[in-house]
């Protein structure tokens, strides 16, 4: 008998926008195609699919529902512990499920907690301030303009525009007020700008981890972005292309590889994840963030990097899988 896989997941269609003021509000979301995409891969890995879905499916499913595992993709909606939600609930009813725990996916989600712990373990990552309205917006002594305003617990560019990478101290006001004023209380990340190279390096596994060629990316053919960064309106642009491998010398390849295996330890992702960096001028790298969820659209790094590696989208699907079962010990 195969084993059967419950897919939960989050796309736009099944959550109305109930007239929020942005129009970002399911940018985390995937396409419907990404999910049809995600589940020929779990079939042709040789197992039976249920579609489960959203967290309210999941809980009008849940009483009858047989399933050896669940594939959780589900973003969730509200605060920073909405990707938490799912794997809590399936950890309360003592049902499997691959990839990270609640407690990996609030922490991760919330950037300024990430940075925390990335300190703690010396991984290097930009210099920063959290501030919670205009009046914080003081002891920046110890850091150099420019700098990139950021919300604090977001995804997918969300709240990211031109403007949000500031020269001076008016700029960087203008910009921390105009967030307060459509995102409300979220608090902001302001970080120094590392001008420069952008990479993203997909892993897989737990004991060991594998880290994946990294991705590099180009905007407008250039990959010295300089302080150009991946703005939300770049997110479904042409001009933004992924190219893996990464033109970049071994010694840079396998140090943002043993950075992402780093991070990707030191906040106890499962399965499977992403870490993503920016590189100064002088070949320093620094950790952005790592994403639990990262996306498994066949545009993205998840399908890309794990060619490069020299096998496909549905054999990483299914080495995912694996990690999971493993980890659980089931066979
Ligand atoms: N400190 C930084 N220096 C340079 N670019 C940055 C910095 N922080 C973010 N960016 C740019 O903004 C993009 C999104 O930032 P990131 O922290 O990865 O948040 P998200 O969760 O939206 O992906 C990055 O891909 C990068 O282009
Ligand atoms: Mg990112």
Request: charged share 25%.
């Amino acid at each position: 008998m195969p084993k059967t896989i419950g897919f939960t997941y989050d796309v736009a269609a099944d959550s109305p926008t109930e007239g929020k003021p942005f129009s970002d509000v399911h940018a985390e979301f995937d396409s419907q195609s990404t999910i049809d995409f995600v589940k020929a891969a779990i079939e042709t890995a040789g197992y039976k699919v249920i579609l489960i879905g959203n967290l309210n499916n999941l809980l009008k499913m849940l009483p009858d529902l047989k399933v050896d595992i669940i594939f959780n993709l589900c973003e969730g909606l509200g605060s920073r512990n909405r990707e938490a939600q799912v794997p809590v609930i399936l950890e309360t009813f003592g049902i499997p499920y691959v990839g990270s725990d609640g407690l990996t996916m609030s922490l991760t989600l919330d950037k300024i907690m990430a940075k925390k712990i990335f300190a703690s373990e010396k991984i290097p990552t930009p210099r920063y301030i959290g501030i919670d309205s205009l009046d914080d917006l003081i002891n920046l002594d110890h850091m150099n303009f420019p700098m990139i305003v950021k919300l604090r617990h977001e995804g997918t560019s969300k709240g990211l525009s031109k403007k949000s990478v500031v020269y001076n101290h008016k700029e960087l006001e203008n910009q921390a007020k105009n967030l307060f004023s459509i995102y409300g209380t979220q608090p902001l990340l302001i970080e120094e700008l590392i001008a420069g190279m952008e990479f993203t390096v997909p892993l897989i596994g737990n004991d060991p981890v594998e880290a994946l060629p990294s991705v590099q990316v180009a905007i407008k053919n250039n990959v010295d972005l300089k302080d150009t960064i991946y703005t939300f309106d770049l997110v479904y642009d042409p001009g933004v292309e992924y190219i893996c491998p990464s033109r970049i010398d071994k010694e840079l390849e396998d140090k943002l590889r043993d950075l992402a295996v780093r991070t990707y330890k030191a906040v106890d992702c499962r399965d499977f994840g992403r870490v993503d960096f920016r590189v100064d001028h002088n070949n320093n790298p620094y950790v952005l963030e790592i994403n639990p969820l990262p996306s498994l659209s066949p545009e993205d790094a998840f399908n890309l990097s794990p060619q490069a590696a020299g096998y496909d989208y549905n054999k990483a699907i299914s080495k995912i899988i694996d990690a999971a079962f493993k980890r659980y010990g089931i066979n």
